[in-house]
């Protein structure tokens, strides 16, 4: 499979030092027919070691772990590290010059894309080297998101269920080491399913976290700050880093999505009105939000209500809402034991 990708690098990860360079994408178009889409890469060796591979912009909307490994990338000496860092800011490129969630080269949504095609679009072509040249060096991966344009998240790190008992231990081991305020387990069933990053992780036993540090395709200062130490700590405990003083990761809160409820949808076009804030505990049966007909602006308001108890970790940023568009996401804690 590694053979099929067309994507190339001129950087040697088997070399020690810190090598800065992008991927290239193929991508020909009518100006630029033997073009290639340039995505930033950056591989920090040191010796035999743990690989680390660290992603972010894989949604061009998302920024607090763009910034945070663009810093990561410059500020890592290479003689304090043991092992391999392997660093992209900015995974789909042209999604993140354009501001957006998907590439509008191919309108790409790259964490719905996975395991990828080597001989599909430039997002499919990225997936598929992730999946088959980059993932399978790595014996951790991290992948850096937020809610992008149309959602706002309590900063909180994300988890897949369903792998092998010691595969789930080292995953709430990574998740520990990480510090977000709250870890969200889940089986991927509310968004993108097979189709993500952490679901070929768990394919290929890397475990791989993923965190949601903010939202509004703005800048969380805090998520920021969660995901600077939390990348860090996380180097600390593989071992790559191993003498770096780093505050020490404060405990994450586990919690999980208990089903389909946790999903809170518009079923009509309108102006949405939330009722609930980011953080919230909320109870089933209470009022959620109302949504109010731009037509018919004399007609009461539609109330949404939640059908479940949980906590509100995602709500919807833009207030123009269609039939569809999910306004909510409830966690709720993990039962110990
Ligand atoms: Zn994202």
Redesign the pocket.
Known sequence: MTGDTQVWTPIDFEADGKQCDWLRIPHSTDLSGYGVVPAPIVCIRNGAGPTTLLMAG??GD?YEGQLALAALARNIDPAAIQGRIIILPALNAPAVEAGR?VSPLDDGNL?RSFPGDPFGGPTAMIAHYVTSVLLPMADIAIDL????RSCDYIPCALVRSGGPEAEQRALADLAIAFGAPVTSISDGSGGGGKTTFSAVGQGLGVPVLTA?LGGRAALSRDGLAIAERGLRNVLKHTGILSDLAADPAPPTRFMRVRGRGAFVYAMRRGLFEPAAELGAVVEAGQLAGVIHAIDRPWQAPEPITFTEDGMVACRRAPMLTVAGDCLYKLLVDVEPG
Do not use: M
Request: aromatic share 0%; proline share 0%.
């Open positions: 894989s949604h998302e969630r964490n998101h937020a809610g992008g949601e």
